[in-house]
């Protein structure tokens, strides 16, 4: 008989449909789940699935991405960004309220990085860690009124500081910004309520050396960071 210590331990290893991630994936990220959330991609929302599939194995962290990322909005949360706004995903501001009798309370959600059918899917590259709070939150409210079925995000994991050192960005990627090591704390401790959400790390496996960046990129990457 298999004796389970916890709830977490119960959750983690008698309900997991994590098996559904493909190996290729979970060889290049950091891939962990809550509340069945791959199970339910992968038979509600099946074709919402098969973006992330392809926009996830597409994806390669490139130095010269890396060395020009600045401010607030980086090229390498672009390109995931851009790889489902071309599959038809769009950002998202759902205008919610809770009407208390004949008074209404207007409680509109943030924005939702990408869009489509019922999954909400949010890109975390080098934020505050706060800001995991806020995805966490967006899903449950939407997931309670009935908007999504399930939460994705996309983050960077730990290890990743090593490359970025190496690269002279360290400085860039602070212990308190957002990477896999402050998230997952936080769906544990309840922070997504109900929601099932799937989450993705991306490892060093996907780093790719294409040498520094020209003037091009360096280019785009301030006018991106303007337009944020």
């Not at 996907?206 to 520094?212: H, Q, S």
Request: glycine letters at 8%; charged letters at 25%.
């Amino acid at each position: 008989m298999l004796l389970v210590k916890n709830r977490r331990d119960w959750q983690r290893n008698e309900m997991s449909t994590i098996h559904l991630v493909p190996d290729d994936l979970r060889n290049l990220y950091h891939v962990r789940e809550w509340r069945n959330a791959t199970g339910i991609l992968a038979t509600a929302c099946p074709d919402e699935w098969q973006d992330i599939i392809e926009v996830l194995r597409a994806f390669r962290l490139l130095r010269s991405e890396v060395q020009a990322a600045g401010g607030s909005k980086s090229p390498i949360a672009a390109q995931i960004d851009g790889g489902f706004y071309v599959r038809g995903w769009q950002e998202k501001q759902f205008q919610t309220a809770i009407k208390i009798d004949d008074e209404l309370f207007e409680s509109p959600t943030h924005k939702i990085d990408c869009l489509k059918g019922r999954v909400a899917l949010e890109v975390e590259w080098n934020n505050k860690d706060p800001f995991f709070d806020r995805d966490l939150n967006n899903f449950r409210l939407l997931f309670e009124l009935r908007a999504i079925d399930v939460g994705v995000v996309v983050t960077r994991s730990t290890e990743l500081q090593a490359i970025f050192k190496a690269l002279g960005k360290g400085s860039s990627y602070g212990a308190s910004t957002t990477h896999h090591e402050k998230l997952w704390p936080r769906i544990e401790g309840g922070g997504g309520g109900g929601c099932p959400v799937l989450t993705f790390a991306i490892k060093p496996e996907l780093y790719v050396d294409d040498g520094p960046p020209n003037l091009e990129q360096i280019v785009a990457a301030e006018r991106l960071s303007e337009a944020k």
